[in-house]
Each structure stands twice: as C-alpha cells, then as structure tokens.
C-alpha cells in the first residue's frame, strides 16, 4: 500500500515538472508572421493613449499592432514615428535604406514609457516604405 502512495507521487511530481518547463520554455513569438490584432494612424494609436493609458494598454498591450505613421527618427535599431511611437527593429536595413517620410510598421505594443513620454514597440518589422 505503502508503494503505491509512494509511486503515485512520483507519476505526480513528474506531470508537474514537464508542466512547469513546457510553461517556462515555450516556444518565442514570431510577431512577424503573427495577424495582427489591429492596423490604425500613428495619430490614432497616439490619440487613444493621450486619453487614458490605463484604457490603451488594456486595449493593445501585448497586442500585434500596424501602425501607418511619418518618420521622425531613424536609430541604430529604432525608429521613431510621428514623435511619440519608439519602434524597435528586429532588422533596421531595410528602413535605413530608403529615404521615404511615410511608413507602415508591425510590432507588439510593450507599453507607454512615462519618462521619456513615447509609447513603445518591440519586434518590429517594416511593411512598406
């Protein structure tokens, strides 16, 4: 009787495990090839955080976004649209190659930065130029 108890913990402990490591390595996003959740204005996305980012990032945090919007700024590995939206590129030759002022980007929304008063994009790709 007492084996059983002893061998039904251990099957148990085991489920656990191989949970709680498929849990913590699972596989990364592919934002690229992710639909995206929503496509809006630079202006737009800008817009709705200005009213409340509590309400924004319920709305796209973690979310694919595309966002159409004017180049302000190009980085080493950023961009920045419309003055407000922090881009950050997976890969930034495609747009440092290409002098256009209009922009169509895809990226996940990782949140509003107080500090600098920009709202952030991670894993971002360049639709058209």
Same mark, same amino acid.
């Given at each position: ?5 002893? #061998? ?71 961009? #920045? ?7 950050? #590129? ?40």
């Amino acid at each position: 009787m007492n084996f059983r108890k002893i #061998l039904f913990s251990i099957f148990f402990l085991l489920i656990i495990g191989a949970v709680v490591f498929n849990y913590i390595y699972k596989d990364h996003r592919n934002v690229e090839l992710e639909k995206a959740s929503f496509e809006l204005s630079s202006l737009d996305f800008i817009d709705q955080y200005s009213a409340s980012v509590e309400d924004a990032n319920t709305k796209f945090l973690d979310q694919v976004i595309i966002l159409h919007g004017a180049l302000s700024d190009i980085d080493n590995n950023s961009i #920045l649209l419309d003055d407000q939206i922090r881009c950050y #590129l997976l890969d930034s030759t495609n747009v440092l190659a290409n002098n256009k002022t209009r922009i169509q980007i895809k990226g996940r929304c990782i949140g509003y930065d107080e500090l600098l008063d920009e709202i952030k994009l991670d894993q971002c790709v360049v639709i058209k130029n």
